[in-house]
């Protein structure tokens, strides 16, 4: 009898042993999960706070707590956010490589990547990610209306039209995508259809100061400057500082012989900014 109250015993003691284990187990994860979530709270709080040092310090224990979560990849774009904020772009670069790295086909982290390479001037990988995105989801149309301004860029009209008109069949009224078809038959040679089709955007967007200043262009082009005067009249009433529009009329003025015109714009020019002595041989052919 005795042998089996030891017995009991030690059953209950391993049974005891076996519970404070299990409930330390619990305890320790629950720790280690309040940790890491402690840590990427009180980044997030300190990135509003735009404490960045500080919401970078909190975001990188985070990383050191839990290596292997795949929510790391968060934490690396809002570190990489961050960076964007304090203007540490390439650092900004390396932190959305690393998201990349965990979730290689987030559309988001993808796009802000290559928003980030196009404001850099790196037009190649700006265009690889983009297409990226564009195979993942056909219809994204900020992809698609970025990628059509790269080729653009690149001389590669074909390519800029089709993403365009992609771009327009998923919506016909799209503002950008209008204007950049516009300005893609400019450069195409076909000045009549791209006034055309400026006029009509005119009318569907009458407080647009860069259309009229787009057709004024065109206009000037094709030898028609009264009526590209008129346009940069209309257009410099809406955005009285632009400067590029300043000096354009002014230029146009001066092309017409109306000097006095043309040296009110030019001393406009250099009250909003421009350097007198950039405009000096333009302000003596006003005398």
Known sequence: MKKKTNT????????????FFLILCSSFFTTYAQSYEEYFEQGLTAAHAKQYDQAISHFQQALKHSPNNIRNALIHTNIAHILLAKGERMKALESYDLALGIVPLNIPILQ?????????????????????????????????????????????????????????????????????????????????????????????????AEIYSVRAEIEAEEQMPELAIIDL???????????NMLLTRAYLHLSQDNKRLAKQDFERAIQLGIPRGQLKEELKQCK
């Open 8 to 19: 009991v015993r030690h059953i209950r003691t391993r049974n005891y042993r076996i519970i």
């Open 112 to 208: 802000a990547r290559a928003n980030l390479y196009l404001a850099l001037g790196n037009h190649g990988k700006a265009l690889l990610d983009y297409t990226k995105i564009i195979d993942l989801d056909s219809k994204n149309i900020d992809a698609l209306l970025q990628r059509a301004y790269i080729y653009q860029q690149r001389r590669d009209y074909h390519s800029a039209q089709a993403d365009y008109e992609r771009i327009l069949h998923l919506d016909p009224n799209h503002y950008a995508a209008q204007l950049g078809m516009a300005i893609l038959l400019q450069h195409t040679q076909k000045p009549q259809e791209a006034i055309r089709r400026l006029t009509l955007l005119i009318d569907k967007h009458p407080e647009k």
């Open 233 to 243: 009249d209309k257009a410099i009433s809406l955005e009285p500082d632009n400067t």
